[in-house]
């Protein structure tokens, strides 16, 4: 496994329009550092930069100070490179194409030549257990599988990191955890280095190696939990200790950065 992080986030800052009236400051004073094949969840109240911190690591959006490195890089060129996947709440599907066209999209756009990209779908269609699948229409499929499709699309060129945002978010309780294990069945097999945004406490602990709890705009980590489930998480991982343990932990973070500004706002009102 490569010694060098997989990310890693030193002074980072993002302000949007910036010296105007409608200035937002959506993240101050972020370091994280990421290693190789680790699992992080990032949790915190809605509009706290969550998935800002995603799309800067992504170099979707420039940083207003500070720097993003990914496998060493600039983030810039780790996007050039195409050194990571995406993944988002919706799959993103093209409805045109085909389950195995869509994944071989990224392919296309790297070059690969007809006989590898039909042969990389196919595995990765084997991959997310679905190679029966690969002449439909992603609208022939149900949500769980066009997610499944799009984390195959995103691991196809071989990306040693994949940023996901809230993957999840639509499915229902039990595809979702089924959706769970099979992200972490996957991820096992290919050691990716996964950035996962998520709203839901229960999930953060069941996937994570570790979870970063961020505070309400402007966005700082004001936590990082480790995780130590250790691999093979299945069903009975849901009933251990340690698991619940760890979702207690992390409510007791956002509950204690909640009180915190409630503390802080009483202050200011007096």
């Not at 302000?15 to 094949?37: E, H, R, Y």
């Not at 994944?103 to 779908?121: F, S, T, V």
């Not at 945004?197 to 570790?210: D, F, G, M, R």
């Amino acid at each position: 496994m490569s010694t060098v992080d997989a990310v890693e986030i030193s002074g980072l800052k993002k302000i949007f329009n910036a010296g105007k009236p409608s200035q937002v400051d959506a993240l101050v004073d972020i370091d994280l550092t990421i290693a190789p094949g680790e699992f992080v969840s990032l949790i915190g109240p809605s509009g706290c930069g969550k998935s800002t911190l995603l799309r800067l690591i992504a170099n979707l959006t420039d940083p207003s100070a500070g720097e993003v490195r990914v496998n060493g890089k600039p983030a810039k060129q780790a996007r050039l490179d195409q050194d990571y996947g995406m993944a988002f709440q919706q799959a993103g599907l093209f409805d045109w194409r085909t389950v195995s066209k869509n994944i071989e999209l990224p392919l296309e756009l790297k070059g690969w030549d007809r006989a590898k990209r039909r042969a990389r779908a196919q595995e990765m269609l084997e991959l997310v257990k679905l190679p029966e699948f690969a002449q439909h229409m992603p609208w022939q499929l149900s949500g769980g599988m066009q997610q499944r499709i799009a984390i195959a699309r995103a691991l196809a060129a071989h990306p040693p990191l994949l940023l996901m945002d809230e993957p999840f978010g639509a499915l229902d309780e039990m595809t979702r955890e089924h959706m769970q294990a099979e992200l972490l069945r996957i991820c096992a097999e290919t050691h990716t280095t996964v950035v996962f945004v998520t709203h839901s406490i229960p999930e953060a602990v069941y996937l994570s190696t570790k979870v970063v709890v961020m505070s309400p705009r402007p966005g700082r980590i004001t936590e990082i939990i480790d995780v130590p489930l250790g691999g093979g998480r299945n069903d009975d991982t849901r009933e251990d200790a340690v698991f619940y343990s760890k979702i207690t932990e992390v409510r007791e973070a956002l509950r204690g950065i909640e009180a915190g500004l409630a503390v802080a706002r009483g202050i200011e009102d007096r």
